[in-house]
């Protein structure tokens, strides 16, 4: 980062990643997953992190929130949540931080949701756990979630199960649970590739729209540079593991320098994007450093 | 509709007022997933097929393949009518028209190598052995697979890979038209795009015709010579790409494409969103199925269900104002 961009940066970042290793230990051998990932999201402003499959996108976002499954492990690096790094909060802190500071929206709402319990009496658990709300202003507080997220009759609806709500319609509920508590950072991953383009583009509206009406922050985590362009105010690019370019989306887009960012949006939009041709593989030389190419976006040397 | 193929000769495939209705065990109701489609795909031409969940585009799929029986309706291959067919008959046509599925991985055997995988469709046919020998170094010579992969097992080798490997097989038996249902929807944009380059070549070098079932607008967008979008087992509108993507004729099509999402944040377009909820197939409403959620919606709409009827430029609009869709504003709530 430039001088003059730390001077006009906020003083706390709302999430700030820094040089984070996590390796799952199988039995094969251990498994870098990410290799140093650093990344900045300030508040109330969308971080698009873009990476294909084996990238380690969804590894980072357990990373951040701890819940990274065994084998993996988180083996270096801090993950801060306003001023606080959740890497060395105990148990019962993280907790009580988890769905009320900072939340993760996840696609395949059916897996998500109980299919025992009525879509109104989850949001109210969430509600009364993190907001400590009794349970008739939980309830209320559920059906105001709902209204929000444009759930047709909502006071009717918070009596459906989970069973009887369309993929649109479920996906816009998870949304609701996790923004009940008024997060003040949202982690989305890969929350609407399931969806129908006219709902996905509905859902991306609503969850943008909440974020900003509640200031939250939000790293959202998709291979869908669309969403990105359209939606987010940053992009990051991670590959293996680790991130090879980062930019403000206007500069990202206009003129993205990595070569491999550079294969990947002209793949995107079936036609060449970015000025250099790109070379061939590996993209991932390990001791490369991240170098300013214009105010604020950086990218990673090519050997 | 134009009558003719893309290129002047008679259609490869005509599909005439295709209708499927599933009924629903215990009752006397229905599922009507498609209710009367109709067109055509040219030698060499590819047709994309595009709706959201619901829309009935698969179950159109299914029909064209024989793996369904339709309810009413005809559809002639090679102008022959394929829809009644006997058992021996079905399977020599299977041969000619070819599927390739969404899920590569899942629809090869995993404990298959890829080389037998590339061969079966031709141990089913009883290719005999040299020939099938020769046959499989030339699939995957065309499909641009390495030699060093024949001998591996599905799950060795990348999604971008076996999705090769399934068009090596659907294309095996030298099929004239590929129904392709979703091909790249599971894989990561540069995959993606190499398999989407390596299908247009082959087309070409095969002179195949590709029904093309997708809801990545992006990606139809490249690869489709003509587009036909459906909403709820009907379709609404048809006609050459270039011009649908430039001007829309349909409030649905509008709709849709205002919802699609470019790598481009200079091109964030207004949006064009339709109101309400999608009505059930299983009662569909009289008149226009858009109607209850349409913002040009009149009286008119809702008295039959209005035809797809040609509107110049070699494109068919099922909405009776479509000259007024491309400056329709948005209706502040359901009609």
Redesign the interface.
Known sequence: MSAAEAAAAPATAALEVDDLHTCFFTAAGVVKALNGVSLRVEPGRMLGLVG??GAGKTTLAHSIMRVVPPPGRVVRGSTVLFGRDLQKLSEDELRNLRGKEIAMIVPNPRAELNPLLSIGEQLANVARAHLRLEKRAARERAVEMLAQVKI?DPKRRADAYPHEL??GMAQRVVIAMALIAEPRVTISDDATSGL???????VL?LTLSLLRDHGSASLMIT????????YCDHVAVLYRGRVLESAD??SF?ASPRHPYSI????????EP?GEAAAPSLPYDAEELEMREVAPGHLVRDVA | MSPEGGNGTAPVLEVVDLVKHYPIAHSRAFVAAVNGVSFTIGKGETLGLVG??GSGKSTVARCVLNLTALTRGRILFDGRDISRLGAAEARALRRRIQLVFQEPFDSLNPRMTIGSAIAEPLVVRKVEKAERRRRVAELRDLVHLPESVLDLYPHEIS?GLQQRVGIARAIATNPTLLVLDEPTSAL???A???I?DLLIELQRELEMSYLFIT?D???L??ISHRIAVMYLGLIVEEGPTQAIFEEQRHPYTR??L?????????T?RA?F??RG?IPSPIDLPLGCYLASRCPLVVDECRAGIPPLLAIGDGRTSACIRHELVPNAREAETAA
Not at chain 2, 258 to 266: F, N
């Open positions: 294909e499959s047709p369309s993929g129908d383009v006219t709902v996905q583009a509905q509206d291979r869908d540079l669309g969403i990105v362009a359209n989306v206007r887009f294969e990947l949006l002209s793949a995107f939009s079936y994007r | 959201e969940s999604g990561d944009p540069r993606r795009r190499q989407i809801h607008l992006n990606t967008r490249h709709a849709l205002s919802s699609v999402l470019y790598p481009d944040p200079e964030r949006r969103e339709l909820e």
